[in-house]
């Protein structure tokens, strides 16, 4: 949780703050062509001219916007990978699981003293090295 918050007060470089300025810049424009408004066109101008030439004006934008953005990739990663677990990965180790397909032999495994493991001796050559997979 420390990194988290360490990640979202983070002092932005330049380019950032460059960037941060284009991103505003750009949502201007998506503005004025939304609701059809020509002074977000301007008000998107001077923002441009602005960040060519004095982009640590764009910092304190940069701080929330990148720390914003930060935050959501921390929250909905985790949200995406519990609905991809949840959704694929689960149903078809349930569906495996009653189908009665034993990839892992763990049967096997349990039921005596000998070893699943396959023995493979095998001698490596160049061509095994050359292509691996």
Not at 16 to 35: E, P
């Amino acid at each position: 949780m420390k990194e988290i918050v360490a990640e979202l007060f983070k002092r932005p470089t330049k380019e950032q703050s460059k960037d941060t300025g284009m991103a505003m810049v750009l949502l201007l424009l998506l503005f004025s062509a939304a609701f059809k408004r020509e002074t977000l066109v301007t008000i998107a101008i001077v923002a441009l001219v602005v960040d060519m030439t004095f982009p640590q004006l764009y910092r304190p934008v940069a701080v929330l916007w990148l720390g914003l953005s930060h935050l959501l990739g921390t929250v909905v990663s985790k949200i995406l990978l519990t609905l991809v677990f949840f959704g694929v990965v689960t149903p078809i180790g349930l569906a495996r699981k009653l189908l009665g397909i034993d990839s892992l032999k763990l049967k096997d495994f349990k039921s005596g003293d000998n070893s699943v493991m396959i023995v493979r001796n095998h001698i490596f050559t160049g061509k095994d090295i050359e292509k691996p997979y």
